[in-house]
């Protein structure tokens, strides 16, 4: 029995970046960055797995953490408040994501070179 790697779901998000097109707001278009994700789909969750992809997202939880506040106050200090608070969030965002994304791929590659030793 093959069990379900919900990770590769998260390859749905790219269709954000049609909406982008659609409207014109290129903001969007980072969201295609997501189809990453979709190479999981392929990949057998196993227990070093869960436990790589749990690594991955405590790090990117806490560097989301971290972010907010210094993008917060770099934000308020160049543009002015209403569009500082979206744009301090949609950074510590994009850095808690690509931070997921590095790390889990350091991790897989430090499982795949283990693995050919």
Same mark, same amino acid.
């Given at each position: 029995?093959?069990?379900m !790697?919900y990770?590769?779901?998260l /390859?749905?998000? /790219?269709?954000?970046?049609v =909406?982008?097109?659609? /409207?014109?707001n290129? $903001?969007l278009?980072g969201f295609f960055g ?5 190479r999981?789909?392929?990949v057998?969750p196993d227990?070093?797995f869960?436990? !790589? #992809?749990q690594?991955?997202a405590?790090i990117a939880?806490? +560097?989301s953490?971290?972010? =907010? #506040?210094p993008?917060m &106050? /770099?934000?308020a200090?160049?543009y !002015?408040?209403s569009?500082?608070i979206p744009?301090s969030?949609? +950074?510590?965002f994009a850095?808690?994501?690509?931070? &997921?994304a &590095?790390t ?9 070179? $283990?693995?050919e030793e």
């Amino acid at each position: 029995m093959k069990r379900m !790697n919900y990770l590769g779901w998260l /390859s749905l998000l /790219s269709l954000i970046s049609v =909406l982008g097109w659609k /409207s014109g707001n290129t $903001g969007l278009y980072g969201f295609f960055g997501f189809i990453y994700f979709i190479r999981y789909f392929w990949v057998i969750p196993d227990e070093l797995f869960l436990l !790589n #992809v749990q690594k991955s997202a405590t790090i990117a939880f806490m +560097l989301s953490m971290v972010s =907010l #506040v210094p993008f917060m &106050f /770099s934000c308020a200090a160049i543009y !002015n408040i209403s569009a500082a608070i979206p744009m301090s969030f949609a +950074l510590s965002f994009a850095v808690s994501t690509i931070a &997921f994304a &590095f790390t889990m791929t350091g991790l897989e590659w430090k499982e795949r070179r $283990g693995t050919e030793e």
